[in-house]
């Protein structure tokens, strides 16, 4: 008996750690931010996502929450709604201003109105407290799941010019059979334009979606990378085709 037990277990931990690797494979890209004031759930959130391979960020409090999303733009947002600072509806309210990350609410709030309300101010998905690891699991590759677009016209589409080549869903830029390096805010900035090609995007708006919500006036700040991407793509960045100045509104692609 006990040597079949030894089996058993044997058998259970070689079939988890299979699991988990083909669950790194899926997920080892992406990033995750944990909100919630509770150490000893942040930290089995931390450990059971880490040993899947996400990449985590943590935050106790939702000013703490606002400025790490702000700064390293998470795939997902799991978010206890008590936090000392201020409600949690308001951290997505403060998110929905700038991003569609997808937001999963981990609270003990069970009363279906404040449900309703986290839900209607932007969170996508709710899971009550205490939750199973396993679920919450399942509900946040979902929600990666659904945040992926796989169809032609959005994250899987290739945007192409005459001088280079911008691949969205692989996060690669080419330029004349080269690779091209660029830094994580020259991407951002990158990407925010060529999704509204030949669409004027306000100077605030890039400010709010690259730097975050509480910028919106460091018109410098734009200068600079908007330099250092015609640099690196443009033909001739003294006149530029691609990246086109609307001198104090903001900035347009041109394919």
Do not use: C
């Not at 409600?87 to 998110?95: A, N, Q, S």
């Not at 690891?133 to 509900?139: F, G, I, P, Q």
């Amino acid at each position: 008996m006990t040597a079949q037990k030894t089996a058993q277990k044997s058998a259970q931990k070689s079939a988890q750690k299979s699991a988990q690797k083909n669950e790194q494979k899926r997920t080892h890209m992406y990033r995750v931010l944990v909100v919630d004031d509770e150490p000893q759930i942040v930290r089995a959130l931390v450990i059971n996502l880490r040993a899947r391979a996400y990449e985590v960020d943590a935050a106790h409090d939702g000013a703490t929450a606002l400025r790490v999303a702000a700064a390293r733009h998470p795939d997902v947002v799991v978010l206890d709604l008590g936090l000392p600072d201020m409600d949690g509806v308001e951290v997505i309210r403060g998110l929905r201003g700038w991003t569609r990350v997808p937001i999963i609410v981990l609270s003990a709030r069970q009363a279906s109105d404040e449900k309703v309300e986290a839900l209607d101010a932007g969170a996508d998905d709710y899971v009550t407290k205490p939750f199973g690891m396993d679920e919450l699991l399942a509900r946040l590759r979902a929600a990666v799941r659904r945040a992926t677009p796989t169809g032609p016209d959005d994250d899987a589409a290739v945007i192409e010019t005459e001088s280079f080549t911008v691949d969205l869903a692989a996060k690669k830029v080419n330029r004349d059979g080269a690779d091209v390096r660029l830094t994580p805010t020259e991407w951002h900035l990158l990407e925010v334009l060529v999704r509204s090609p030949g669409r004027l995007v306000s100077q605030k708006q890039l400010l709010q979606e690259v730097w975050g919500p509480a910028y919106g006036t460091e018109s410098n700040y734009l200068r600079v990378y908007m330099a250092q991407l015609r640099r690196k793509l443009e033909a001739d960045p003294a006149r530029p085709r691609h990246f086109i100045t609307e001198p104090g509104m903001g900035y347009r692609f041109e394919q």
